[in-house]
């Protein structure tokens, strides 16, 4: 099962930085595929970005690339997400996952375990 924190703090105003990890509770994911979602209030669980465990390829959505930095460090059992040059629209429950099988990134029911989500603020 997928452990989400947040490091330092929840809410950030725009143009500020946060970053999120996700840590295994069986302490790998070293085989695993991770990927990071949020949901905006009245929205749908949406795809944001994705690790392979093999090769390390990412995957990202077009609203966050170049802005949002996801990597692994597999030693420490923990995928984290970077999140530079926030925006309001950025606001959002954000949820790690993890599958087995790799590819296909933003595919959700193919992840096979999710965190429990930590809300992120941007304010304007």
């Known amino acids: 099962r997928c452990s989400c924190r947040r490091l330092g703090g929840g809410l950030v105003q725009a143009g500020g930085s946060l970053r999120l990890s996700c840590t295994a509770s069986?302490?790998?994911?070293?085989?695993?595929?991770v990927g990071w979602f949020r949901q905006a209030p009245g929205e749908e669980r949406a795809f944001v970005a994705g690790?392979?465990?093999?090769?390390?390829?990412?995957s990202y959505a077009d609203s966050v690339r170049g802005r949002f930095t996801i990597s692994r460090d597999d030693a420490k059992s923990t995928v984290y997400l970077q999140m530079n040059s926030l925006k309001p629209e950025d606001t959002a429950i954000y949820y790690c996952?993890?599958?087995?099988?790799?590819?296909?990134?933003?595919?959700?029911?193919?992840?096979?375990?999710w965190g429990q989500g930590t809300l992120v603020t941007v304010s304007s």
């Open positions: 069986d302490g790998t994911f070293r085989r695993s595929t």
């Open positions: 996952a993890a599958k087995v099988s790799s590819g296909n990134y933003a595919f959700k029911p193919s992840y096979r375990s």
């Open positions: 690790i392979s465990w093999n090769r390390g390829d990412t």
